[in-house]
């Protein structure tokens, strides 16, 4: 390989890390659960609807590729899910859709019957959010409540 050659293709890597390196850390989207409906129940298994709101703190679009998530009631796990949806949250925008989650809550009713909540009983949401255009995945975290 000649030295020009050598030059151009060090000068081709170094310009990739510079682009690499000025892309801006995007902030993590805030997830919210926005509805929780029952879609059918059985003794041992419930399967739920999940609509989720996620708003863009960024300064760009966030076109999402899919995201898993878990989520927790009163700190005992309540149901993962998961979507492979495709769609785009504006800059500083929101968006909302839907996810179906199957759960058994036997284990975690017998808790709360137990410790009966008088007020708001918090919520723990977390997962990954994957991205389109070579953006990889953003992991988010919320902790919220609700009235039971």
């Known amino acids: 390989m000649t030295p020009l050659r050598k030059a151009a293709r060090l000068a081709a890597a170094l310009a990739l890390l510079g682009a690499c390196a000025s892309e801006p850390k995007l902030e993590p989207p805030q997830v919210a659960i926005a509805g929780l409906q029952v ?3 059985e003794v041992w298994m419930q399967h739920f609807k999940v609509r989720l709101h996620l708003h ?3 300064d760009r679009e966030l076109p999402v590729k899919g995201l898993e998530y878990t989520i927790e ?3 005992q796990p309540f ?5 492979a949806d495709s769609f785009v949250v504006p800059a500083h925008g929101d968006a909302e859709f839907d996810t179906n989650v199957t759960t058994n809550l036997a284990a975690a009713v017998m808790k709360l019957l137990t410790h009966v909540p008088t007020s708001l009983l918090p919520y723990r949401l977390v997962g990954k959010i994957s991205l389109g255009e070579g953006l990889g995945r953003i992991p988010f975290e919320e902790h919220a409540s609700f009235k039971p």
Not at 79 to 83: E, K, L, M, Q, Y
């Open 56 to 58: 863009n703190p960024n």
């Open 39 to 41: 879609t059918s129940a």
């Open 79 to 83: 149901a993962s899910g998961s979507s």
């Open 73 to 75: 009631v009163a700190g």
